[in-house]
């Protein structure tokens, strides 16, 4: 069994900066993606970001990129999300999510996911 835990969200202002964290715990194998989704009051939820297993390769959506930054430390398994530049339209709960092999951007690939972290932007 896989357990993962994000941490560092809040409320920040527009403009503003927050590092989300991930933490996973339980058996866990090799070579795993990991991602980041957010789902928004209303909405479906979203693929954000996306990290290969040896993060030779990154996905963003359009909506974030150039603002956030997906990395992760395979040694602690522990994966990351800095987030700059915060926009009212980034308020959502965000969620960490991993699958075994390839990446990818769809939300039912994900075997695993935590039970999210709620961030808030004031405008």
């Known amino acids: 069994q896989v357990r993962l835990a994000e941490s560092g969200g809040g409320l920040v202002q527009a403009g503003g900066s927050l590092r989300l964290s991930c933490a996973a715990s339980g058996q866990i194998f090799s070579d795993y993606a990991m991602g980041w989704f957010r789902q928004a009051p209303g909405k479906e939820r979203e693929c954000v970001a996306v990290i290969t297993w040896h993060g030779g390769s990154t996905y963003y959506a359009d909506s974030v990129k150039g603002r956030f930054t997906i990395s992760r430390d395979n040694a602690k398994n522990a994966g990351y999300l800095q987030m700059n530049s915060l926009k009212s339209e980034d308020t959502a709960v965000y969620y960490c999510?991993?699958?075994?092999?390839?990446?990818?951007?769809?939300?039912?690939?994900?075997?695993?996911w935590g039970q999210g972290t709620q961030v808030t932007v004031s405008s």
């Open positions: 999510a991993f699958k075994y092999g390839a990446w990818s951007s769809r939300t039912d690939a994900y075997d695993y």
